[in-house]
């Protein structure tokens, strides 16, 4: 059952990661029903997403070593503040500042508190209709090229929101470039890029404090359920980016609170347990 368990939330993890609908609600929610009473627990989660961002790093590996040679070769003086990938690759290292000083702030919160269900059911509904209201009022006409110090900033911060299961990373990032007026295009593929320091840095202090400590699921299982969420993650950045060129995220929206909504009356009827 254990090893089910693993598959079935490494399935849920790589199918729900890149999609606007918070994949750390999505193993919550299945891991509470599969293991009454046990969370899978953040560290599970944060392991498991080392397959899903893996996913990332080879799908935009000739994009991702493009920015990270610009960068070092601005370091060594060898290319222009101006370029490009240069400029890419300061934006992710800004963004990223503050998904890290708020996770170290709110670190207990975290792993406790803020993966109460009742807490994830509120946030699917609210940055559903969040990323909806967005997705129809902004501009859309905005590239990364026109990506500024501000505006890199601000999707930092929401990327940042993500540290609250429900939220989603991929959504809280898109949300916030649709209002800033990026395509939908260009807001998803910022917020792949600017996942991956992240995500990965979460994975691997995951794993540093899980040594010596007890673990719902053993080691076997979630190595297991990160290999399986890796393919899966994979197969579903190629579709997802093929889906919004030509439809809008409302289909995603429609989920959040429908699933927001079954998840109150889940928790209402004493089916399932908020902590």
Same mark, same amino acid.
């Given at each position: 059952?254990?090893? /089910?368990?693993?598959?079935?939330?490494? !399935?849920?993890?790589?199918?729900?990661?890149?999609?606007?609908?918070?994949?750390?609600?999505?193993?919550?929610?299945?891991?509470?029903?599969?293991?009454?009473?046990? #969370?899978?627990?953040?560290?599970?989660?944060?392991?498991?997403?080392?397959?899903?961002?893996?996913?990332? =790093?080879?799908?935009?590996?000739?994009?991702?070593?493009?920015?990270?040679?610009?960068?070092?070769?601005?370091?060594a003086r060898k290319?222009?503040?101006? #370029?490009?990938?240069?400029?890419?690759?300061?934006? !992710?290292?800004?963004?990223?500042?503050?998904?890290?000083?708020?996770?170290?702030?709110?670190?207990?919160?975290?792993?406790?508190?803020?993966?109460?269900?009742?807490?994830?059911?509120?946030?699917?509904?609210?940055?559903? =209709?969040?990323?909806?209201?967005?997705?129809?009022?902004?501009?859309?006409?905005?590239?990364?090229?026109?990506?500024?110090?501000?505006?890199?900033?601000?999707?930092?911060?929401?990327?940042?929101?993500?540290?609250?299961?429900?939220?989603?990373?991929?959504?809280?990032? !898109?949300?916030?470039?649709?209002?800033?007026?990026?395509?939908?295009?260009?807001?998803?593929?910022?917020?792949?890029? /600017?996942?991956?320091?992240?995500?990965?840095?979460?994975?691997?202090?995951?794993?540093?404090?899980?040594?010596?400590?007890?673990?719902? /699921?053993?080691?076997?299982?979630?190595?297991?359920?990160?290999?399986?969420?890796?393919?899966?993650?994979?197969?579903?950045?190629?579709?997802?980016?093929?889906?919004?060129?030509?439809?809008?995220?409302?289909?995603?929206?429609?989920?959040?609170?429908? /699933?927001?909504?079954?998840?109150?009356i889940l928790l209402?009827?004493?089916? =399932?347990?908020?902590?």
């Amino acid at each position: 059952m254990e090893w /089910l368990t693993a598959i079935v939330l490494g !399935i849920v993890q790589g199918l729900t990661e890149f999609l606007p609908v918070s994949s750390s609600a999505h193993v919550r929610i299945v891991g509470e029903l599969m293991l009454p009473g046990n #969370d899978p627990g953040a560290f599970f989660t944060a392991i498991v997403q080392l397959g899903t961002e893996t996913a990332v =790093l080879v799908y935009f590996w000739k994009d991702i070593r493009r920015i990270v040679t610009a960068w070092f070769g601005w370091v060594a003086r060898k290319r222009p503040a101006s #370029d490009p990938d240069v400029r890419m690759g300061w934006f !992710i290292i800004v963004g990223t500042i503050p998904i890290v000083v708020l996770g170290l702030l709110f670190e207990d919160s975290i792993d406790s508190v803020f993966r109460s269900l009742w807490i994830v059911a509120t946030m699917l509904i609210v940055f559903g =209709l969040a990323l909806g209201l967005a997705d129809k009022f902004s501009r859309k006409e905005r590239s990364l090229q026109q990506l500024t110090w501000k505006h890199g900033i601000i999707y930092g911060f929401g990327q940042a929101l993500a540290l609250v299961p429900g939220v989603s990373r991929s959504g809280g990032t !898109i949300t916030t470039g649709l209002v800033l007026g990026y395509t939908r295009q260009s807001a998803a593929y910022y917020s792949f890029l /600017l996942a991956l320091p992240a995500v990965f840095g979460s994975g691997f202090f995951g794993l540093y404090r899980s040594i010596g400590e007890p673990m719902v /699921l053993g080691w076997g299982p979630t190595i297991a359920a990160t290999a399986v969420s890796f393919v899966v993650g994979y197969v579903v950045i190629v579709a997802f980016l093929k889906y919004i060129s030509s439809h809008s995220y409302w289909i995603f929206v429609w989920y959040r609170v429908g /699933l927001g909504i079954l998840l109150f009356i889940l928790l209402g009827t004493g089916v =399932l347990q908020p902590l």
